[in-house]
């Protein structure tokens, strides 16, 4: 089982509707989380960190965290086409050991039709 | 404000070559990260840092070695390149800590022949 997994996609969704990407998590006592945006031949950046259950939203973005279904989920509404991208979850374990390292799904592709 | 910077941004070797690539960051960060992204394999931590003078082995470290040359400075050199080094390598970086946010370098095209 992968520590952290994704649908790899495409998620396709018409222009103005919302997008919904899942992830889950192996390791139960992750305690934080993160959604980072990448662009074809770009790098990640950042989009949501979230760190206690429930919803944050920034914007047009709302991030979900369910540790006890070990789930978090990031909402975007009103996508555009400029929301087409691949989407990385990045989990930080509990474990000391663990440092600082984050833990990263393979991504899922969204494009959003004009 | 840079962020972080990394150098070259594509390179083609040869099989059996050697190269270093070069990372600073000036955020002032303890954590230095170097990762290889591989079609269909997401992010994979090659090796980090999780502050000046210490190194530590990441998910895929065999064919690699760091120097964390100071603060700002974390260099990834393959000492003889093979095919199946071929890949994007991001550099990262990140205050230590619960909350801790890593940002990304532009990432260094490499073709391993």
């Known amino acids: 089982q992968k520590e952290v997994e994704q649908n790899s996609g495409p998620l396709s969704v018409p222009e103005g509707a919302i997008a919904s990407l899942n992830c889950t998590y192996s390791?139960?006592?992750?305690?934080?989380f993160f959604w980072y945006r990448q662009y074809s031949g770009k790098s990640p950046e950042l989009i949501m960190s979230?760190?206690?259950?429930g919803d944050k939203e920034d914007g047009r973005f709302t991030a979900q965290l369910n540790k006890a279904s070990q789930y978090v989920s990031l909402l975007i509404r009103d996508s555009q086409p400029s929301d087409s991208a691949t989407y990385l979850c990045?989990?930080?374990?509990?474990?000391?050991?663990?440092?600082?390292?984050?833990?990263f799904g393979t991504g899922t592709r969204l494009a959003v039709r004009p | 404000n840079a962020g972080v910077t990394q150098t070259p941004k594509f390179q083609v070797l040869k099989t059996g070559q050697s190269m270093t690539l070069q990372c600073a960051q000036d955020?002032?960060?303890?954590?230095m990260y170097w990762y290889r992204q591989d079609p269909g394999m997401g992010l994979r931590l090659i090796y980090y840092?999780?502050?000046?003078?210490?190194?530590d082995k990441g998910e895929v470290p065999n064919g690699y070695n760091v120097s964390r040359l100071n603060k700002r400075e974390f260099s990834l050199r393959l000492e003889s390149a093979a095919p199946s080094q071929t890949s994007v390598y991001f550099c990262?970086?990140?205050?230590?800590?619960?909350?801790?946010?890593?940002?990304f370098g532009a990432g260094t095209r490499l073709s391993v022949l």
């Open positions: 990262a970086s990140s205050l230590t800590g619960f909350a801790n946010i890593q940002y």
């Open positions: 390791d139960r006592g992750s305690q934080s």
């Open positions: 979230i760190y206690s259950n």
């Open positions: 990045a989990v930080r374990g509990e474990k000391k050991s663990s440092g600082d390292k984050l833990t």
């Open positions: 955020m002032n960060h303890n954590s």
């Open positions: 840092s999780a502050s000046e003078g210490t190194t």
